[in-house]
């Protein structure tokens, strides 16, 4: 009776007719007699209290346990490793010489698992471990030698190589891509000569064969270079396409994915990521259209390109490609999409700040004083353009230029609100 009072009073307290509350209260009381009983809520307690007490005191161990159980689902993969990036958790590449088929913790973060990466057998990653135990791996021919070519196919070494794999050996992907066929091939004669127990005059076949040479130089192109890696991982490892947009994303866009479940479906937003799963269509009417994932450094949501969007914007729309995404958020889907109407490239450094006046913050004289003494009090070398209603841009002279801040930003947003403040 004593909770009944005490949730009634504090439902009151808010606003609740009295009787209401009084019914909300019977009926979770209700369903508290048989839908929950108490051993269910005590055994969920002690396994609450005892994951929280390993994350808290035990995040290495205890989010590397959680990859290693579900590294059969890239998707369950991916989710846990953005929850590492989100504890400040280091995810290493994947290692020849130091992964396990499971993820594990390692010195610096958690070392990712071979047995994640796409089209890899597991027999194969269980080969590899076992064969390691009597050395690490020397080179790209050292490994292609020692693991029975019935557990390796190109496949299976490309997608390897690609995830980083053997990197600390002192060779690029681009160089090990350019011997891996030469490698493989040379492995699989050695091992067909030791099979039909053929001798040299002078020893063992293996001792007399020639180590493939590199004949290429440098890396792959950076983008090509993550692409590959996401596609067999799943997630970005060595670095991330935005990476080098860190320190303007948040003066760039007005959102980051993850808060626009926060938004009005009519709130124009501004986003920055990754285009991923590029998909272009042609509908029945003939318009071409297009649908793909964007994903920044808080998550990932669907964009529509529609057929008009489309056609304004199919130059710059490319796979793998770190762009701004301009448009409303879609909430007609159980699952929210962006409708895109702009797309622009990223830029290297910002140049101008664009501030939209909405009709009653155009009307609004202390708001427009107020944006202004912002504007003087920050002087810079960044042009200013003012969005008015219905559709008029306006370019300030360049007294009234700019630094750029994202603590004015911030300062302009309380004023204008946070869809209509940017930085380009």
Known sequence: MAQRDKFVNGAVGKGIDGAVAARLFDIMESFAGYGFNKSHSAAYAMISYQTAYLKTHYPLEYMCAFLSSVIDNQDRVVYYLKECQRLGINVLPPDINESYENFSVAAGGIRFGLGAIKNIGINAVKQVVEIRKTGPFSSLFDFCRRVDPGQLNKRMLENLIVA???DSLGITRKQALSIMDECLNLALKIK???SSQQMSLFGEVSELVE??????KGELDNQEKLRREKEVLGFYVSANPLDAYRDILSCITTHQLADL???????YVRVAGTVLNLNRRVSRKGDSYARFDLEDLSGRMEVMVFPSAFRQNMERLNADQAVIVEGFLDTRDETPKLSLRRLQNLPR???????????????????????MELIANNPGDIEVYLHLPPRRVIALNESF???ASLALKKELA????QSNVWYN
Do not use: M, W
């Open 192 to 194: 067909e000569s030791e």
């Open 349 to 371: 450094r910002l140049r101008e700040l664009h501030l939209r006046l909405a009709g009653d913050d155009y009307e609004d004289e202390d708001k427009k004083r107020g944006i």
């Open 164 to 166: 980083g794999c053997f």
């Open 261 to 267: 479940q926060n938004i009005t479906e009519d709130e």
């Open 211 to 216: 180590e493939p040479q590199v004949a290429v």
């Open 401 to 403: 230029n700019v630094q």
């Open 414 to 417: 309380a004023i204008c609100g």
